[in-house]
């Protein structure tokens, strides 16, 4: 596991000491949502980037159950 120092007011650290918090928990937490998040926004940004294939929403729900349908998956 990568070791990392992360400097911290003076004050949030006494705070967190009183808390009980795990310092290194909190921080990981922390950053897998900060990671998340960020994924999540740059595929928006990307999906909202792709042009329309001219495809009626019906066309695509037909050909999404005929695949199904071809594959044996189609409940329904």
Request: hydrophobic content about 45%; charged content about 30%.
């Amino acid at each position: 596991m990568a070791r990392v120092n992360v400097y911290l007011p003076d004050e949030l650290a006494a705070e967190a000491r009183e808390a009980g918090l795990n310092v290194s928990s909190v921080a990981q937490e922390a950053l897998r949502r900060e990671i998340a998040a960020r994924r999540s926004s740059e595929w928006v940004k990307r999906a909202l980037a792709v042009r329309p294939a001219g495809v009626s929403h019906e066309e695509a729900l037909s050909a999404l159950h005929a695949a199904r349908d071809e594959m044996g998956l189609r409940h329904g």
